[in-house]
């Protein structure tokens, strides 16, 4: 057989075919076009720059996807602990409006303040006008609120604290006895905010009386809502009598600023918790 003869012969132009046929599939576009064709004619259609729709849908996706990455990749948002460090750095608890009082924390002596008589009852000057806007704002709304106590110095506390004494024991308790429930009713002397003259009763025309049913009337409501935005908050919570030894108290409220009653009020604290809050972030331990 001749060398041409060879070359044409049929097995050797079916492999030269063969050949031929890979070398499109494997190394050109021609497939890929093909392909893109078919898929475009399956997503019916082209837009008006010609484009098959189906690029739309990929378009989307991608940006999708970007979006998503671009959420990852934000500075990642501050953990509620760095938010709260962050705001409580600016509490400084030697200030005036910060002062804690309790039993654990007396006064050395009556404190001296300028006082200013606000409805028949002294409070510190530097509380009236928020007491008054508080006041006010309460009446826009319906609200008439009334004033029930403000400072009390030395003497009167103490007056009112063996009234209470008094009281008990006439009911048949022990001195001791007598004192430990006087003492969750009235504060003994040098321990009552009312010293202080950042505290003060309140109650309503509606519900003249400081008693725990004043707290679900509309005036104990709506104090317990809105005394933070006058830099008040409520002293004596309902459930949190083991932190502040003393009962529940809807009427009483004490004066610590605006920031310390925003921040008090959205975290839910009482005076005492914030304090520790503010002495932890600060380095001091919680007995000093
Ligand atoms: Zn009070």
Redesign the pocket.
Known sequence: MSFKKILFSKKIKFSVATVLVLFVLLFTDIPVGFSNLIFASQMSGVDEEGRPLYMHELEEESVDVSEDYSINTNDEPEDFETVISKRISIFNLEDWNLILVNKDNPLEADIECKLRNYNGFDVDDRIYEELDAMFKAAKEDGINLLMA?GYRNFNTQTYLYEKKISYFKRLGYSQAEATEIASMKVTPPLTSE?ETGL?V?IVSYNHNCTDSDFGNCDAGIWLKEHSFEYGFILRYPEGKEDITKIQY?PW?FRYVGKEAAEFIYINDLTFEEFVNMVNEYNGVSAEE
């Open positions: 106590s009312h505290a009763d108290e009483h």
